[in-house]
């Protein structure tokens, strides 16, 4: 779907306030996704660079654990 994302960045705060990306998606095809990492912060963000053509994107769920 046009709509679905292609494209996306997961990012933490180090201890020292910088964003670093733990995951770097280009070529995004399955509506769920899901990754494991244990880390210890208290930010995290993912950004959404890209979709398969569709001005917007939406993401039903982003879940943190």
């Known amino acids: 779907p046009e709509g679905l994302v292609k494209s996306f960045t997961l990012e933490y705060r180090n201890a020292q306030g910088q964003w670093i990306a733990l995951v770097e998606e280009k070529n995004n095809y ?8 244990k880390i210890e912060t208290g930010s995290i963000r993912l950004r959404i660079n890209e979709s398969w ?8 769920a982003f879940d943190v654990r």
């Open 30 to 37: 399955r509506r769920l996704i899901l990754n494991q990492h």
């Open 53 to 60: 053509g569709h001005s917007r994107v939406r993401v039903f």
